[in-house]
């Protein structure tokens, strides 16, 4: 997730403002997306289209396979609206604007010809559509393929069964989720006893 960041992720010139503005376009933008039942905790972040839509991203980059979690065992949209919430709320606004812009069938009409909304295409035509973000002239769809990647990926190994999928395991006592975190700032001086070397 530290490449989700306010400036980095897609304030890129006019031109990307611009392109972000389609997600909320109307016209073919109004075309159905997949629906999917909301998880029972309730969504934070995202919205009912938007936990869709990467939902469906999630099932393309994790599809069930021998030995791994799939995208709906892991709960990869829910995590990932868990995550943004907890982080910069600007960085979650864009994220839900981008999210708007890959399903829109709008978007995908003017910028690959696309006329359907990105969770109703076939499987290979999905993964067609996201490569097209990756390798795009423009700066704002390959900066969007990045945070979108990284989001669904840092979702999805949060579930501890898709770590041990990989053959990693964190040792005992290596992290304490109730450290203190550091939010910026000064750094406190260390005291003379904690600077000293043994």
Do not use: C, I
């Not at 960041?5 to 376009?25: E, M």
């Not at 009912?48 to 939902?55: D, F, G, S």
């Not at 990869?76 to 979650?92: I, S, Y």
């Amino acid at each position: 997730m530290a490449s989700l960041t306010r400036r980095g992720l897609l304030k890129r010139g006019l031109l990307g403002g611009a392109v972000l503005a389609l997600g909320g376009s109307t016209l073919l933008a109004t075309r159905e997306g997949l629906s999917l039942p909301p998880p029972p905790e309730g969504l934070q972040v995202l919205g009912p289209r938007e936990y869709a839509t990467l939902q469906a991203l999630a099932r393309r980059a994790f599809p069930p396979r021998p030995g791994w979690l799939d995208a709906d065992t892991a709960r990869v949209a829910l995590t990932a609206d868990g995550l943004l919430a907890r982080g910069d709320p600007a960085v979650a606004a864009e994220v839900k604007q981008l999210l708007g812009l890959f399903e829109n069938a709008l978007a995908g009409f003017l910028l690959s010809g696309r006329v359907t909304p990105f969770s109703r295409l076939s499987p290979e035509a999905q993964d067609a559509a996201f490569e097209a973000w990756r390798d795009s002239r423009l700066v704002v769809l390959r900066t969007g393929h990045h945070a979108l990647r990284s989001l669904v990926y840092s979702a999805y190994f949060m579930h501890p069964a898709a770590v041990a999928a990989t053959g990693y395991f964190v040792p005992e006592g290596f992290h304490d989720p109730n450290a203190p975190v550091w939010k910026g700032g000064s750094p406190r001086p260390l005291s003379a006893k904690e600077g000293s070397t043994p």
